[in-house]
């Protein structure tokens, strides 16, 4: 009973606490994958800028804008990838101060809710006979 207790006292089921965990792990690895396909965007932003630098400034290239293949000057594209290019590793920066304090939120919910992790490849250590608490173990995807 002491377990049913310190649950309701925080005012949450241990179903709500794990459901909150994987609420916060999702969006962590939401902000993990925009963080990488910017930094990918950013890699062919520099192939391209570095490609088109050789170019004819009047020659003619596209450009997809929205889902829509737009044809420009390479005068015209140019300065908005540069543009873009600049803006990028500000935009990286940011996810990666969220992730950051994304992570810190994590661990304090663990440390709230008295939260065990269970790694998938290990099994779980034993340990000695303590009185029980209100642990909501969690196993990794």
Known sequence: MAA???N???GKTPEEIF???QNLRSEQRQLA???SELEMDL???KIVIETLKAVEKTRKCFRMIGGILVERTVGDVLPELENNQERLPKAIQALNEQLTRK???????IETYDIRVQRGDKPPESEPEQPIKSNVLVSSE
Do not use: M
């Open 103 to 109: 992570g810190q939120e994590i661990n304090e919910y």
């Open 8 to 10: 309701k006292v925080k």
């Open 4 to 6: 049913n207790n310190d």
């Open 33 to 35: 994958s925009k963080i």
């Open 19 to 21: 459901a909150g965990f």
């Open 43 to 45: 890699n062919e932003h």
